[in-house]
Nanobody, 126 residues
């Protein structure tokens, strides 16, 4: 059974930084794409960033380009999301997700991801 566990969320002032982690069990992330999504209250779940199994491909939402960086450490079966220059509009619950298919890169579509973590709250105060 695949489980994803996010950590690293919290409360930060605008302009600050946070690093989210997503650790997997039940599968080797070295064969899987990992995506980060976020959902603010009353809004849909939106794509944030994705990284391919090898790390050679990454994608970012326009709203986070230049501020967020996704990376992975396959030896630790963990993917990270470094978030810098945070804004109040970044406030949301952040989820990591991975598709069931291996060596498959569906970077932006939530429906293409099968396994999801429980989410971690990020709150950015102004």
């Amino acid at each position: 059974q695949v489980q994803l566990v996010e950590s690293g969320g919290g409360l930060v002032q605008a302009g600050g930084s946070l690093r989210l982690s997503c650790t997997a069990s039940g599968r080797a992330l070295s064969t899987a794409t990992l995506g980060w999504f976020r959902q603010a209250p009353g809004k849909e779940r939106d794509f944030v960033a994705a990284i391919s199994w090898s790390g050679s491909s990454t994608d970012y939402a326009d709203s986070v380009k230049g501020r967020f960086t996704i990376s992975r450490n396959n030896a630790k079966n963990t993917v990270y999301l470094q978030m810098n220059s945070l804004k109040p509009e970044d406030t949301a619950v952040y989820f990591c997700a991975t598709p069931r298919r291996t060596f498959y890169y569906p970077p932006t579509r939530p429906a293409s991801y099968d396994y999801w973590g429980q989410g971690t709250q990020v709150t950015v105060s102004s």
